[in-house]
């Protein structure tokens, strides 16, 4: 039923100078699921995401967003059709605190973006809101806080909020556990449950523990193809991913 | 809490540049010579100018000068040769600098970092060779003795008078781009500096804000262009060439970019050396030179940003 898939790629692929990253996948994203992205390094997972939300052009393939071609869309504008990504790399803005790291993402909605003859205290009537996603991830207490100050997993947090300040429809988290330790691990995979209600997320992630816990779907990728897809219980059993996996998890 | 303790010191520092700006400005012309001020006046809005870009939107332009020196050239012919009204004449240079500042940023964004500074030069090269073949000009002579008007009946022909005019439109630019740099449009500059990827994938079309950003730069410049042509009465091809370009990129990195002051203190210590150090010839290219590297090599942050830094750690 293609009214179910809210994302959905056909035969994409990309290649970088004759280096195939991506060969010709075809993923299909359930409306209200947790799809969970694996494979081993090199796969094309990061890849895959920055073709999702069109930081990269496809060499060739398609792909849908609510059954609507997408392919030849500016990044912003998926954005703005409530497909939204976070990074490997933590991203937030380091000098802005993180109030005002929330109320980025609010601002735009508020259409006064490109006014800059208006004050700063003109924003403030988002802070409330702002205010209330960061007690959403427990960050109320740190709202005046330089980002670039808070510790690695706060700033993990604060993306997550800053995300959900836009109310996204499908949220692509690339490793959001990445380079945390055991605690904060945990505190995420929570969060990533409860955010998920209502909505619809694709994550990459090398916790095989966290994808077990979170997803209702995985995609095997290797070598830049599919290579397995069902439920942990399914995609762990198959033979190929274990084989994969030899040397590096599994 | 120290964050706590750094808003509230922002605050005092932003109202401590202000009164320190305002309070040199006011006497300045009966401590040095109302010319000599009102050259280090529209240096230190061309630096501010620049700074917009280069210290809150991350963007290095290496052709301001076009935007100075045609602006400069459009104010004096419209005031000598056609002898429009001081209002229409600053007018008409920044009208020319902007729709100028507009051209350049819509070719120039779509690279990024050093490329887009050598297109930035390129443009500016194009608009000094224009400038050369003009007729209207004046060729190497450049355009000579640009009436200043009068402003609400005053004769600005009085340098007084010109200096205090200068001033007063030195402080609204000033308070324009401090606006900016704090406004919604400023927020989203900000956010784009520190992390382009991201503010994309918040849904900003980045490049339209990029542009913008260019455009009040350019603008601004071209303010300070037209200011000058009537404050020296003359514009020079010296006004639209590539030193001037670097020159302003020079004063803005040793006042400080990205500081709200640093530009200004910059052009102050450049224009000196320039007035005080001319009699020894072109060794003050030399020691320009040299400051510059010192500063690189020592005081990355500038004057202003090294003093900011101080005090921020003390605090």
């Known amino acids: ?250 | 809490m120290s964050h706590g303790a750094r808003r509230v010191w922002s605050g005092q520092a932003v109202f401590l540049a202000w009164a320190t700006v305002a309070a040199c400005g006011f006497v300045a012309p009966f401590v040095v010579y109302p010319v000599f001020a009102m050259n280090v006046l529209v240096m230190a809005l061309f630096a501010s100018a620049l700074n917009l870009l280069l210290g809150y939107s991350g963007l290095l332009s290496f052709g301001h000068a076009a935007f100075l020196g045609s602006a400069a050239y459009v104010t004096g012919w419209s005031a000598k040769a056609w002898g429009m009204p001081v209002l229409v004449s600053l007018a008409a240079g920044v009208a020319v600098a902007t729709l100028l500042g507009l051209v350049f940023g819509v070719l120039a964004l779509r690279r990024t970092g050093i490329y887009f500074a050598m297109i930035t030069l390129g443009l500016a090269q194009v608009v000094y060779f224009i400038v050369v073949q003009m007729p209207w000009t004046g060729g190497e002579d450049g355009l000579q003795g640009i009436p200043r008007g009068t402003f609400l009946g005053i004769d600005l022909g009085n340098s007084i008078a010109m200096y205090y005019f200068t001033y007063a439109v030195f402080l609204a630019a000033f308070w324009l781009i401090q606006r900016t740099i704090r406004s919604p449009f400023g927020q989203v500059l900000r956010a784009i500096k520190e992390n382009e990827p991201r503010a994309i994938s918040l849904g900003y079309d980045v490049q339209r804000y990029k542009l913008l950003a260019f455009v009040i730069s350019a603008g601004l410049a071209g303010l300070a262009g037209s200011l000058k042509a009537l404050a020296m009465q003359f514009a020079t091809l010296g006004d639209v060439a590539w030193q001037r370009s670097g020159e302003v990129v020079l004063m803005t990195l040793l006042g400080g970019m990205g500081t709200v002051l640093g530009p200004s203190v910059g052009a102050l210590l450049v224009v000196t050396m320039e007035n005080y150090l001319s009699s020894i010839g072109s060794w003050v290219t030399v020691i320009t030179g040299a400051v510059f590297v010192v500063v690189v090599m020592a005081f990355r942050r500038g004057i202003v940003g090294e003093v900011q830094a101080l005090l921020g750690r003390r605090s």
């Open chain 1, 1 to 250: 039923m293609p009214d179910d898939l809210i994302l959905e790629t056909r035969d994409v692929a990309k290649e970088f100078r004759g280096f195939v990253a991506v060969a010709g996948v075809s993923l299909r994203v359930k409306r209200g699921s947790i799809h969970g992205l694996i494979g081993p390094n090199g796969a094309g997972k990061t890849t895959m995401f920055n073709l999702l939300t069109r930081f990269l052009p496809v060499t060739r393939g398609t792909i849908l967003h609510r059954g609507e071609d997408v392919t030849a869309m500016a990044p912003a504008q998926v954005a703005r059709r409530g497909v939204v990504r976070s990074f490997q790399i933590s991203a937030v803005f380091g000098s802005l605190t993180a109030l005002e790291n929330v109320r980025i993402a609010l601002q735009r909605r508020l259409g006064t973006s490109f006014r800059f003859w208006a004050p700063e205290r003109s924003l403030r009537v988002l802070d409330d809101r702002a205010r209330a996603l960061l007690d959403d991830v427990d960050l109320g207490s740190l709202a005046d806080v330089p980002a670039g100050e808070l510790p690695y997993g706060r700033k993990r947090a604060l993306e997550l909020a800053t995300t959900l300040a836009l109310e996204p429809e499908v949220l692509l988290l690339d490793e959001p556990t990445a380079g945390m330790g055991h605690e904060d691990v945990g505190r995420v995979a929570d969060l990533i449950q409860r955010v998920a209600k209502g909505r619809t997320v694709l994550m990459v992630e090398h916790n095989l523990s966290v994808v077990a816990d979170l997803c209702d779907t995985i995609t095997v990728l290797a070598r830049g193809s599919v290579l397995a897809e069902g439920s942990y219980a399914q995609v762990s059993a198959d033979p190929a991913v274990r084989e994969a996996y030899i040397g590096s998890a599994a």
